[in-house]
């Protein structure tokens, strides 16, 4: 079984009830965060899960809704890890770079707390890996594989599949439907799936909010991708507009306009339980 826990199910559309995007997913032993939005490590410790427990971050990609509390992930892992463990970072290519600029502006913070702390004797130890396809991980029963996603100008982007003991989810970021995406998914136990109320955000006065339309996937369309992958259930996140208690069952209706099985969203800590052989051999 592998253990899928919404930590953080906003947007850049502040909502006092729901931190930024981010997805803890528990594979055996392991813990993989995918995505670190404002909020994730406190949400993390809601379900008894510290940066010093974490695995590995898993980045979807750059935008800065999705990496907003990289610092925090990487002080906390530093400074509550009492024997050398580097925190390892797998995004796409560009991670690298905003990693060495975060400890940079991290730097008078770590010089304080080298001079305080006797027994911290080095920075911030961050294992960087950029990739764009292909396996990312294979230890410990649990193995990860990449595709590149379409979130553009956002590029590249990518998604996630984790797979353990014949279960598996699909984490796709932020994306419009795409070819990679339903190959990475096909037959997945679970996808998350970003989604936006397209019909609502047509309405938006601003420009600046009706662009984001198009390069979101809609509800209908994150549950089309998910019945053409056949995966076993669709879990919705990052949804924008917020969305308000007791408008659940109209998302779920428009997901359920494409796909037929069992739909899942709620707010932050939700929690689904991804068990193997539950997805569907694709059929087209």
């Not at 528990?26 to 404002?38: I, K, M, Q």
């Not at 994730?40 to 008894?48: K, S, Y």
């Not at 089309?224 to 992958?229: D, E």
């Not at 800590?269 to 193997?276: A, N």
């Amino acid at each position: 079984m592998i253990d899928v826990t919404l930590l953080g199910t906003g947007s850049p559309m502040v909502d006092a009830n729901r931190a930024g995007p981010s997805t803890l997913v528990r594979a055996g032993s392991e813990f993989f965060l995918v995505d670190c939005g404002r909020g994730a490590l406190m949400r993390a410790a809601a379900v008894g899960v510290g940066a010093a427990n974490l695995t590995a971050l898993l980045l979807t990609h750059l935008h800065s809704d999705h990496i907003t509390d990289l610092s925090d992930v990487i002080t906390t892992r530093w400074v509550t890890t009492f024997t050398r463990t580097p925190l390892i970072v797998v995004g796409p290519p560009g991670t690298a770079a905003v990693v060495e600029a975060t400890l940079a502006a991290l730097a008078p913070d770590i010089d304080y707390r080298l001079a305080h702390h006797a027994d911290i004797t080095e920075p911030p130890v961050v294992d960087v890996r950029e990739v764009t396809a292909g396996q990312a991980w294979d230890a410990n029963g649990v193995r990860i594989v990449v595709a590149p996603t379409d979130h553009r100008p956002v590029e590249p982007t990518i998604a996630f599949r984790i797979e353990y003991a014949e279960a598996s989810v699909v984490l796709a970021g932020d994306t419009v439907p795409c070819p990679s995406l339903d190959e990475l998914a096909a037959g997945a136990g679970a996808l998350v799936h970003n989604v936006i109320r397209k019909d609502l955000m047509a309405l938006a006065p601003q420009r600046r909010l009706r662009d984001i339309l198009d390069y979101h996937s809609s509800v209908e369309e994150a549950a089309a991708t998910a019945a053409r992958a056949g995966v076993g259930t669709l879990i919705l996140t990052h949804y924008v507009p917020p969305l308000i208690p007791g408008q659940e069952e109209q998302w779920r209706a428009l997901a359920a306009t494409e796909f037929p099985r069992q739909i899942e969203l709620g707010d932050d800590l939700h929690r689904v339980e991804v068990h193997p052989g539950v997805g569907v051999k694709p059929t087209g």
